[in-house]
């Protein structure tokens, strides 16, 4: 049996969960709306203040469809409670990064400036020249919108230049060493 689909999901207060056909879940809270369609095959039902899901067979694919589902509905109630955020760091000798209305420019050691336009329904924050932090009530989104920042100049191992998340640990390598 699933551990984690198996588990029922409690509803907190100021938090309403609509269940549609074909599953389609809206959550609504404090911080905002949050609709996603889940596979049809799961039987999601809301009893009081908390939600069961259950699947009809134990086929593989139903088994991990099952933990996957209740996951999503999970992340959607906290996401409207309390939102999620990333937090990552810009290393290196002149790069930075800036906020211009709803545009991220950053300063990579490229010959121009990067501009990226914040995503619907994300903030994104400037602490410093080297701190940057990603806010929203869709964990997917700021997950994504987090990676996309830090594909722009990911981390080299050599001296830690770079975009990287402010809890990743950059494991560091050795440069050349001279002749004899």
Request: hydrophobic share 30%; charged share 35%.
């Amino acid at each position: 049996m699933s551990r984690i689909g198996k588990m029922p999901i409690a509803i907190p207060s100021g938090v309403t969960v609509d269940i549609a056909e074909n599953n389609k879940v809206t959550v609504k809270g404090p911080k905002g709306t949050l609709e996603r369609v889940l596979p049809a095959e799961m039987e999601i039902k809301k009893d009081g203040e908390e939600i069961t899901v259950s699947r009809p067979n134990d086929l593989k694919k139903m088994k991990s469809l099952h933990g996957l589902t209740r996951t999503l509905i999970y992340n959607m109630v906290i996401g409207v409670t309390e939102g999620y955020s990333k937090e990552l760091e810009v290393n290196g000798v002149g790069y930075r990064a800036q906020k211009k209305g709803k545009t991220l420019v950053l300063s990579l050691g490229y010959s121009h400036p990067v501009e990226m336009e914040d995503p619907e329904g994300l903030e994104v924050v400037v602490e410093g020249q080297n701190k940057i932090i990603v806010k929203g009530i869709d964990k997917e989104k700021v997950g994504q919108y987090a990676a996309e920042i830090r594909e722009k100049r990911a981390p080299e191992p050599y001296k830690g230049k770079g975009i990287k998340y402010a809890d990743e640990v950059i494991r560091r390598k050795v440069g050349k060493t001279g002749k004899k």
